[in-house]
Each structure stands twice: as C-alpha cells, then as structure tokens.
C-alpha cells in the first residue's frame, strides 16, 4: 500500500523546459499538415470509435493535436498559453506534462466508452479536454486569479470552472450546441479533479472553499 502510495505521489525534481511552447507547437504542426499537406491524416489521427475498435487505439491519444479548423485551434492554444505557461512554471515541466498528457488522454477513453455506450460514431479532436483539465488545475493553484470573459467581464477562477461545468452539463443534457463534445470537456474537468485528488492530495473544493 505504502509503495503504491509513494508511486503515485512520487514527486519530479523541479525543471522547466517551457513544453508549452512546444505542445502548442506541435498543435499548430498537425493543423497545417492535416488542412494543407494530408487532408485524410483528420481520420488517422482523430478519435473514431469504429477506428479504435479495428486497431487505431492510439487515436485516444492523438486526437487531442487535431483541429477542425482556424477559430478551434486559436482558443485552445489560446487558453494552453495563457494558463498552461502559468502552471507549467508553478509545477515545473514534468509535472505540467504528465498532467495535460494523462488528462487528455483519459477523457479520450472516457469518450471512446461514452460514444460506444451511446451508439455514436462521431468524429473527435480537439486539445479541449486537456485543456479543460488545465483550467481546473489553474483554478486551485491560483484561486484568486481573475480571467475577463470577453476581455470585459472580470470572473474569479474557481467562479469561471463552476460555470463551465454548469454550462457543459446543461448543454450534454439538452443537447444544445451539438457539435460540440461536452462529454469531453466535462470529461477533462473530472480528470483534472481526479488527479488533484489521488496525486497531489489536493481537495479543490475544500481550496475554493476557503478562498471564495
């Protein structure tokens, strides 16, 4: 129990290496390959539920560096900037890495069920998920933080996750904005959740509660 523990708290020797940059790098690498060079490369690396089961199983990874098109990738970046840098240089690279990698890739899977579950065989991608899980994580390192929602309205970070999972909840539940994968974002904040529990013994609601 002891080594399991000590396994899954184990903790990185601080480095920061700004992997940011290169994840978004990657992101914007895998845009113009897939919309200029390789078209069809979309449903290779995409997660297809159909594609899965026939052997692309690395698409619950994948996907998460594929976008549909310019305004997709703009504010996924956008957002990996803005709170990833954040993160990355209070946790240090590893940390930052094994984190937005394990999100996203768990709320692929959680997704890959969830469409099979629900008889779909949509098409996802998108760094959404991960970055979902971003968000939360930079809610409970800097609670007091206030991002302005269209550049005018001032929010407390915490404030803005509750709303975000309201909004996701609502919109899975009526299906409003149906091209939109709100498993996969609400996917990303459970994740996120999860790993601030079971790795950094972290409680968020318990910080917002004592910051709000």
Same mark, same amino acid.
């Given at each position: ?72 990738? /703009? ?41 099979? /579950? ?19 994580? /930079?809610?409970?390192? /800097? ?70």
């Amino acid at each position: 129990m002891n080594m399991k523990q000590n396994l899954l708290n184990r903790k990185f020797k601080y480095t920061y290496s700004n992997a940011t940059f290169y994840l978004i790098g990657v992101n914007i690498l895998v845009y113009i390959l897939t919309s200029m060079v390789w078209p069809k490369g979309v449903y290779y690396l995409s997660m297809i539920p159909t594609f899965v089961l026939n052997g692309y199983v690395y698409q619950v990874f994948t996907y998460m560096f594929v976008h549909s098109n310019f305004s997709h990738i /703009f504010f996924n970046m956008l957002s990996l900037f803005i709170f990833g840098q954040a993160l990355e240089k209070r946790l240090g690279t590893r940390e930052f890495l094994l984190f937005y990698l394990l999100v996203g890739t768990l709320s692929g899977i959680f997704s890959f069920v969830s469409f099979l /579950f629900l008889g779909q065989n949509s098409i996802l991608l998108g760094a959404s998920g991960a970055v979902y899980g971003i968000l939360l994580l /930079f809610a409970v390192f /800097f609670p007091f933080a206030k991002v302005y929602i269209f550049g005018l309205i001032p929010i407390r970070a915490p404030l803005l996750i509750v709303l975000f999972f309201v909004i996701e909840l609502f919109s899975q539940a009526s299906g409003f904005n149906g091209g939109v994968a709100h498993l996969t974002h609400l996917a990303g904040l459970l994740f996120g959740y999860l790993y601030c529990l079971i790795r950094m013994k972290i409680n968020p609601i318990d910080v917002w509660k004592r910051t709000l």
